[in-house]
């Protein structure tokens, strides 16, 4: 038990002493974002989103337990309204370490409100999209598939929210977001 505990405290150390854990900027978000809207069914969702919130770098690594964090930005009508930091620990079988990009789409105005009122938490059955840059993707957020050819996934929300990941880096065996913990702070307070 103590190996595991000494494995979360490192690998969380890890994490907040990366560049990963930086503070993301606008201009870092927005390249991120412009490579989400190039793939699977991203377009077709954010031309129906009340907004978004986009996380450039998340660091995830495990042995045992996890844990993971990054920082983006969450959007409005376009508008730049505010970061946001992501937290999460893990706890089952899961080995190695990995970074990747996060979209999350809000269906409405409600969803972004519950988002943004301050911390907000997947529940254990959340599930994200993986996506392949620079390859076409057949996506929902129900599952994913990724190919060379030109087949997209029909347009899906779960609970007013579309989940989406793009691998940067690295290899873990598991990949929830279910656990994640985001904490938002609006530009103007």
Known sequence: MKLKIMAVVAVLFTLMSTSTYAAATNEKCQATFAKFKELGNVPQLLAQ???YAVLPTIGKGAVGIGGAGGTGCVYAGGEH?????MGQVTIGFQLGGQSYSQLILFQNADTYKEFTKGNFEFGADATAVAL???AQAGATTKGASASAGDTKGAAAWKRGMAVYTIAKGGLMYEASIGGQKFSFKPLTD
Request: proline fraction near 0%.
């Open 132 to 134: 392949t840059y620079g």
């Open 81 to 85: 309204t505010g970061n946001v930091s």
């Open 49 to 51: 989103s009340y907004g």
